[in-house]
């Protein structure tokens, strides 16, 4: 089966800890996202990359860290930086061919600090 | 600030009726606009397309795109109490890969 993974599924974190979130994907595409969603709010976009061993930051990107080295694996690392974290997170993947824009979700991770 | 907007709701409709959710879009650049249906507690899932101005149909779905306007809906005939979701617009953000999210509009179709 074709598709995006996040694990884990729900997560719970102390204050002061840094955690990092898995998104794997097989669906061969290029690029790759990571979003945040709090209740009642759309989407957020932390950081995003187009390519292996290159990524860009999105409009919330402090206190998160990212890396890209495969191409089916973008994880995400919540540090202790980040004042507010809990929050559902979202990974996303795109084919990358030119002018193809369609995104596709994984299940998301809850992430509630304690 | 390139923007998205929708009205967050909730719309309300009744079993059968026709769902009429809509948006708008700040940056006459994009070309290509996207509706997701998000279950509650769950992710979005991508449910229609859309790149040329008119309508595209696909089964009880049809989104219409007016880039003269920057306006973009989308209709759901015979709505079922399955449909009830937050519905939320796209829009690309020129060639950075990246999409604009609106809100999202809140649909509860009631029995």
């Known amino acids: 089966d074709g598709g995006i993974t996040q694990s884990p599924k729900y997560l719970f974190r102390k204050e002061g800890q840094n955690v990092t979130l898995s998104c794997e994907q097989n669906l061969n595409h290029d690029a790759m996202y990571w979003y945040r969603q709090d209740p009642g709010q759309g989407l957020r976009l932390i950081y995003y990359s187009q390519i292996v061993n290159d990524f860009q930051k999105g409009d919330i990107a402090e206190g998160y860290s990212v890396s890209r080295e495969k191409k089916e694996s973008f994880p995400l690392t919540v540090t202790s930086a980040q004042k507010n974290p809990t929050a559902f997170y979202l990974c996303a993947s795109r084919a990358g061919t030119s002018g193809n824009y369609e995104q596709f979700f994984g299940p998301g991770t809850r992430l509630t600090v304690l | 600030q390139k923007e998205v907007e929708q009205n967050s709701g909730p719309l309300s409709v009744p079993e059968g009726a026709i769902a009429s959710l809509n948006c708008t879009y700040s940056d006459r650049v994009s070309q290509s606009f996207f509706w997701y249906r998000q279950y509650s507690g769950k992710s979005p899932e991508l449910i229609m397309s859309i790149y040329s101005n008119g309508d595209k149909e696909d089964g009880r779905f049809t989104a219409q795109l007016n880039k003269a306007s920057q306006y973009v809906s989308l209709l759901i005939r015979d709505s079922q109490p399955s449909d009830s979701a937050t519905y939320l617009c796209?829009?690309?953000?020129?060639?950075?890969?990246?999409?604009?999210f609106g809100q999202g509009t809140t649909l509860q179709v009631k029995p």
């Open positions: 796209a829009a690309n953000s020129g060639n950075t890969g990246k999409l604009i």
